[in-house]
């Protein structure tokens, strides 16, 4: 991680920077492949960080990480399914195909496009929902500056770190984050390796 963006925690949050001196040095950037980080994105849809990678380990095992949607329609979606994948979420993946070989989901404009406008693009795809299109901006695009309110680790980690009698609200997530800016997808970061971290190192 950059030393500005160690700095700027350390200077607006001690807590948050207490965090980041206590796990793995880490970096966000633009994925190679943007049309695998997204299936990775529908893959871990409401399922823990354990069982996500599981599943993923299982896809990349049999498509590669390199994957292309040519690959994904060749195959029948048993192969998915067999794989870990809901039918929900392979329908998904396999429309998302489609809609990449036939051109209609470019990503080099999504590259070009602001957070909240590749968030309407993806959204727009059924089986896509906004907290896919966030993680999709943050560990696909690599942007450095996405929060996401809805995301049940995050509200867990924040009243976690600031000890809180219940979870953070939307409204509490958004003033409390606001601070992070413009670094937010970082402090996200952070606070989701902060969940496996002992109780007694958050103080």
Not at 96 to 111: D, I, K, M
Request: include cysteine.
């Amino acid at each position: 991680m950059e030393e500005g963006i160690v700095c700027h925690f350390k200077n607006i949050d001690p807590l948050l920077a207490n965090l980041l001196s206590r796990i793995k040095p880490f970096t966000i950037k633009r994925s190679e492949n943007l049309f695998f980080a997204l299936i990775s994105s529908i893959v871990y849809q409401q399922l823990s960080t354990k069982a996500g990678d599981a599943i993923l380990q299982r896809f990349i095992d049999r498509f590669g990480a390199d994957v292309s949607p040519f690959q994904i329609l060749s195959h029948n979606k048993e192969v998915l399914r067999n794989i870990g994948i809901s039918w929900t979420k392979t329908h998904t993946i396999y429309n998302l195909s489609l809609l990449v070989q036939e051109g209609e989901l470019r990503f080099e404009l999504l590259c070009e496009a602001t957070d909240e406008e590749v968030i309407q693009h993806l959204i727009a795809i059924r089986g896509i929902g906004r907290w896919t299109a966030e993680m999709f901006l943050m560990f696909g695009l690599g942007r450095k500056d996405v929060f996401s309110f809805q995301d049940v680790g995050l509200q867990r980690a924040i009243q976690r770190l600031y000890n809180l009698s219940e979870r953070p609200t939307k409204s509490d997530m958004e003033r409390i984050s606001s601070i992070w800016k413009p670094y937010r997808t970082y402090a996200a970061y952070i606070l989701w390796r902060s969940l496996s971290l002992d109780e007694k190192l958050l103080r």
